[in-house]
């Protein structure tokens, strides 16, 4: 029996698709592998929510002024009187945010010593307000 061999020079113009098709089932298997890996569901331990109620600070308001006077909650306070009052804040159960509200042109001594009282004392809640 005799083969022919096809001896032609023209141009195929036809598309192989065996190696995409093994291509194709290379990757459906990968899919079919890896999918339940993906679809894993993770157990997390969330937190809770608390049924306490949480009492709210107050805050208090030391303005200083620009000739050094100082005011707690609007109220004329001198340099002693501040020791005495970030003392008492300090030891309070849920500690107030001191907030300080210092005008334009005040030393920066004056602001300094005043943090420095408060830290002193204890204080971990100050805020500076910004300017008027």
């Known amino acids: 029996m005799a083969f022919s061999a096809r001896v032609s020079r023209d141009v195929m113009a036809q598309i192989n698709v065996t190696p995409l098709v093994d291509v194709l089932l290379v990757l ?3 899919f079919m592998i890896s999918s339940p890996v993906i679809t894993h569901k993770a157990r997390m331990d969330l937190p809770q929510a608390s049924k306490t109620v949480v009492e709210q600070s107050t805050s208090i308001h030391l303005a200083i002024h620009t000739d050094g006077a100082m005011y707690w909650n609007d109220a004329p306070i001198s ?3 501040l020791k005495t009052q970030l003392s ?3 030891m309070q159960a849920v500690q107030p ?3 300080i509200d210092a005008a334009d042109g005040v030393a920066y001594d004056a602001v300094a010593r005043v943090l420095a009282e408060a830290k002193a004392q204890g204080l971990g809640k100050i805020d500076m307000l910004g300017m008027r």
């Open 79 to 81: 340099q002693d009187q």
């Open 28 to 30: 459906l298997i990968i």
């Open 88 to 90: 008492i804040a300090a």
């Open 97 to 99: 945010a001191l907030q």
